[in-house]
C-alpha cells in the first residue's frame, strides 16, 4: 500500500517536473532520473520495488507500441540496410566485447555472467532515444535510423539476454540450437504482429465502432500482440513493434476523424504518464540496489560502473563507423543515393543511450539457479546495468545538443517542409476546381475556390525560417521564427467570440448540455485545425 501512495504522488509530481522541463529546456528522462535518485534517498521514503513481469507487460507493450505508431514505416523501409546493422549486428558486437571486457576486468565475473551483462545493456532505448534527440532539428534520416534501431535491437539485446540467462540457470548452451532458435523466436514474432495487426485492421475498417470503442481498441492492440507471442515463446517486442508499424501505414483508412482526434489525444496521456513513472522510477532502485552490494569496495565499483559504461559507449562508434563507411565503399549505387555527412554519424553514435528495456531485463534475473542455489552476483549485475543507464542518460544525453551545436550541423526545419507541402496541395486542389467543378453554380464554385486561394495567398507572406526552403535551393528570409498570418488571427477571434457567446447562452438556461457540448467539440476542432497551421520552426 505504501508503494502504491508513493506510486500516486509521483504522478502528480511528474507534471510538475514536466512543466520545469520545458520551461528550463532541461532533457524531461535525465530530469526524472535525477528527481527518483534524490527522493531514493529522503528518510522515511519507503523503497519501491519492481516487478520485472509488471514492467515487461504494463509499460513495455504499449510504449513500444506508441514509439512505432509514431515511426514512418516508409522510413522504416528505405533505412532498412543501417537500421538492420545498428539493430542486430550491434547488438551481438556490443554483447560480445562487453562481455570480454567484464570478464577480464572484474574478478569475479564469469564468462556466462559477462556475456548476460552484455545482452541486457547491448540495447539503446527507444523511449530515451526520441525523447532525447527531440526538438534537436536532425537529419530526418538519422532520426529514422536511431528509432528503427532502438525498435529493433530491443527484441536482438531480449534474445541473446534469454539464451545468456539460461545458460546460467540450467548450466548449459548450444550454439547451434540457439541460432535456429533465434530465426524461429525473430520470425514468429513478426508474424504474430502482422496477424493481430491484419485482425485489428478487419475490426476497425469492416465494422462500425463507437469512437470510444475504437480508442479503447488501439490500448488493449500491443497488449494482445505481445501476450500471444509470449504464449508461443516468440518475440513479443518484435510482435508489437510490427503490429505498431503495421498499422500506423494504414490510419487513414481505419478510423474516422473523430476517433483518430480522441486516440491521438489519449496515447499522448497514456505515453506522456508511462513515459514519465518508467524513469522516476528507474531513480528510485538506486539506494535499493547498493544496499544489496557488500563484495566490492566502493572504490572498485566505481570502477566497475565506468569501466563498462566507456566500454558500451566506445562499442557503438568502432561498430558504426566501417558499418557506415564500407557499404559506401562497396557500392556505387548507396554512394549515389544516400546523402552522407560525417558530423551526422558522430551524432548517431553518441545517441545510444539505455533505458527502459536494460532496466527489465536485469530486474527480471532470478533469484535463485535450478539447484536452488543464489544466483552468482545478480546484485553486481543489477548496478553496473543501472551505472551504464544512468551513465548515457545523463553524459552522453545532456552533452548531445552542445555536440550538435559544436558540429554546427544544419537544423532541419519541419516548418520549411511544412510550408512546401501545404503549397503543393493548395495549388493542386485549386488545379482540381477549375478543372473539375465548372458545372456548378458561379458562386458556390467562387466561394469554394475563394476559400483555397486565401490559403495560397497567405502561404505566401509566410516566412519560412530556413536558410534554403526544404527540396529547393532558393534563399529564405531566415529574420523571425513567427509567422503573419492575419487570416488565422481574425478566424481565432471570431471563435472565442462563439465561444463567448455560447457559454452565454448556457449559462442563461437556453441551450442544454448537449447541444453546447456539440459546439464547442466543433469550435475545438476548428481552433486546433487553425493552430496548426501556425508555424513555430
Not at 559507449?313 to 566501417?322: D, L, M
Not at 467543378?437 to 464554385?445: F, H, I, P, R
Request: neutral net charge; hydrophobic residues 50%.
Amino acid at each position: 500500500m505504501e508503494n502504491l501512495e508513493l506510486i500516486i504522488l509521483l504522478l502528480f509530481g511528474i507534471s510538475f517536473l514536466a512543466v520545469l522541463s520545458r520551461r528550463y529546456n532541461f532533457p524531461f528522462p535525465i530530469l526524472l532520473v535525477f528527481v527518483g535518485l534524490v527522493v531514493s534517498f529522503i528518510p522515511g521514503v519507503p523503497l519501491v520495488t519492481l516487478k520485472p513481469e509488471i514492467v515487461f507487460l504494463i509499460f513495455l507493450p504499449p510504449l513500444l507500441y506508441g514509439a512505432a505508431w509514431n515511426s514512418s514505416w516508409h522510413d522504416f523501409k528505405a533505412n532498412i540496410r543501417p537500421i538492420s546493422l545498428a539493430g542486430v549486428g550491434l547488438v551481438f558486437f556490443t554483447t560480445l566485447l562487453v562481455a570480454a571486457a567484464a570478464h577480464y576486468f572484474i574478478p569475479q565475473m564469469s564468462w556466462t555472467q559477462a556475456f548476460l551483462l552484455g545482452a541486457i545493456v547491448s540495447p539503446p532505448d527507444a523511449v530515451a532515444a526520441t525523447s532525447i534527440t527531440k526538438g534537436l532539428g536532425l537529419n530526418p534520416r538519422i532520426i529514422s535510423i536511431i528509432e528503427g534501431e532502438s525498435l529493433v535491437n530491443d527484441a536482438s539485446g531480449l534474445i541473446a539476454y534469454k539464451y545468456a540467462l539460461a545458460a546460467i540457470v540450467t548450466g548449459s548452451f548450444s550454439l547451434q540450437a540457439a541460432g535456429l532458435q533465434f530465426i524461429l523466436v525473430v520470425s514468429g514474432g513478426i508474424a504474430i504482429g502482422f496477424l493481430v495487426g491484419y485482425l485489428m485492421y478487419l475490426v476497425h475498417s469492416k465494422f462500425i465502432c463507437e469512437t470510444v470503442v475504437e480508442v479503447a481498441l488501439t490500448l488493449f492492440t500491443p497488449y494482445a500482440s505481445y501476450l500471444l507471442a509470449e504464449y508461443f515463446h516468440l518475440s513479443g517486442v518484435l510482435a508489437v513493434v510490427t503490429t505498431g508499424l503495421y498499422l500506423s501505414h494504414r490510419s487513414d483508412v481505419i478510423f474516422t476523424p473523430e476517433s483518430r482526434i480522441e486516440a491521438y489525444a489519449v496515447w499522448d496521456v497514456v505515453v506522456f504518464i508511462l513515459n514519465g513513472l518508467i524513469f522516476i522510477l528507474l531513480g528510485l532502485q538506486l539506494k535499493n540496489v547498493l544496499s544489496g552490494i557488500s563484495e566490492s569496495s566502493p572504490g572498485e565499483l566505481i570502477f566497475y560502473g565506468l569501466m563498462v559504461s566507456v566500454v558500451v559507449v566506445v562499442v557503438r562508434f568502432v561498430w558504426v563507423i566501417p558499418a557506415a563507411l564500407l557499404p559506401r565503399l562497396l557500392s556505387k549505387r548507396i554512394r549515389e543515393k544516400e546523402e552522407f555527412d560525417m558530423r551526422n554519424l558522430v551524432v548517431f553514435g553518441w545517441a545510444g543511450i539505455r533505458g527502459v528495456v536494460s532496466m527489465a531485463a536485469v530486474l527480471a534475473i532470478p533469484l535463485l539457479t535450478k539447484e536452488g542455489t543464489a544466483f552468482p552476483n545478480r546484485n553486481l549485475l543489477i548496478y553496473l546495468t543501472f551505472c551504464v543507464i544512468i551513465f548515457t542518460l545523463i553524459v552522453q544525453g545532456l552533452s548531445l545538443p552542445w555536440i550538435i551545436k559544436k558540429l554546427k550541423i544544419p537544423k532541419h526545419s519541419i516548418a520549411a517542409e511544412e510550408y512546401t507541402v501545404r503549397t503543393e496541395i493548395v495549388s493542386n486542389l485549386i488545379q482540381h476546381i477549375e478543372e473539375n467543378l465548372s458545372l456548378v453554380s458561379e458562386d458556390l464554385l467562387n466561394n469554394v475556390k475563394s476559400k483555397y486561394e486565401t490559403r495560397y495567398k497567405r502561404l505566401q507572406f509566410t516566412e519560412v525560417p530556413l536558410p534554403k526552403m526544404a527540396g529547393t535551393n532558393t534563399p529564405v528570409q531566415n529574420s523571425a521564427l513567427e509567422v503573419f498570418n492575419e487570416f488565422t488571427n481574425v478566424q481565432l477571434d471570431l471563435i472565442k467570440v462563439e465561444r463567448d457567446m455560447i457559454r452565454t447562452l448556457h449559462q442563461s438556461g437556453k441551450v442544454n448540455e448537449e447541444i453546447l457540448r456539440k459546439i464547442e467539440r466543433e469550435l475545438d476542432m476548428e481552433e486546433s485545425r487553425l493552430r496548426l497551421e501556425v508555424y513555430s520552426g
